[in-house]
T-cell receptor, first 108, second 116 residues
Framework: AQRVTQPEKLLSVFKGAPVELKCNYS??????LFWYVQYSRQRLQLLLR??SRESIKGFTADLNKGETSFHLKKPFAQEEDSAMYYC??????????FGDGTTLTVKP | DTGVSQDPRHKITKRGQNVTFRCDPI?????LYWYRQTLGQGPEFLTY????????KSRLLSDRFSAERPKGSFSTLEIQRTEQGDSAMYLC??????????????FGPGTRLTVL
């Protein structure tokens, strides 16, 4: 069974502080992992995916197969980072499973 | 191409009525997904298509739900005999599947269903 857990519903940091959004997954195979973001009044959109190993808007995420985690990190949070963040897993069969999301608030 | 579109954006219906939603994916995308999202939850997988073939359907999806993608382009999701518990945001997404590798999903704006 596929499962994605985001343990924090809400996360609040001050501008310039580091931020880490946690994601743990359960999957018996090699998953494809993604972070999606939803800004206020906008549609869900991709932030980054583990296979591309790139940094988007200063965010990075490393797949840790031993800990089955894919935490999202940014060293210096900005106010425009305030949004809802979803971790998602796609299995070989094509089914996608999303976590319940973390609302990030970056305070000035 | 302006991205994935969904119609209608909002639907209010009475319990027991049937409703149908439409999704138009990005034109070259061969995969199309339907999700349901309720307040405080992430998108919940309902079903997906590879071209016109429906490849997987969630066990959570009751027999009142049916989806089609007749020509491998747009898709419809129909809910028969709606119940108040069907009230949710219904999201559509599309992606380009290359050699079985899951690719980025592009989401539509969603259809918000309210069942009275």
């Amino acid at each position: 069974a596929q499962r994605v857990t985001q343990p924090e519903k809400l996360l609040s940091v001050f501008k310039g502080a580091p931020v880490e959004l946690k994601c743990n997954y359960s999957y018996s195979g090699s998953p494809e992992l993604f972070w999606y973001v939803q800004y206020s009044r906008q549609r869900l959109q991709l932030l980054l995916r583990h296979i591309s190993r790139e940094s988007i808007k200063g965010f990075t995420a490393d797949l840790n197969k031993g800990e089955t985690s894919f935490h999202l990190k940014k060293p210096f949070a900005q106010e425009e980072d305030s949004a809802m963040y979803y971790c998602a897993l796609s299995g070989r069969a094509g089914k996608s499973t999303f976590g319940d999301g973390t609302t990030l608030t970056v305070k000035p | 191409d302006t991205g994935v579109s969904q119609d209608p954006r909002h639907k209010i219906t009475k319990r027991g009525q049937n409703v149908t939603f439409r999704c138009d994916p990005i034109s070259e995308h061969n995969r199309l997904y339907w999700y349901r999202q309720t307040l405080g939850q992430g998108p919940e997988f309902l079903t997906y298509f590879q071209n016109e073939a429906q490849l997987e359907k969630s066990r959570l999806l009751s027999d009142r739900f049916s989806a089609e993608r007749p020509k491998g382009s747009f898709s419809t999701l129909e809910i028969q005999r709606t119940e108040q518990g069907d009230s949710a945001m219904y999201l559509c997404a599309s992606s380009l599947d290359r050699q079985g590798i899951a690719d980025t999903q592009y989401f539509g704006p969603g259809t918000r269903l309210t069942v009275l």
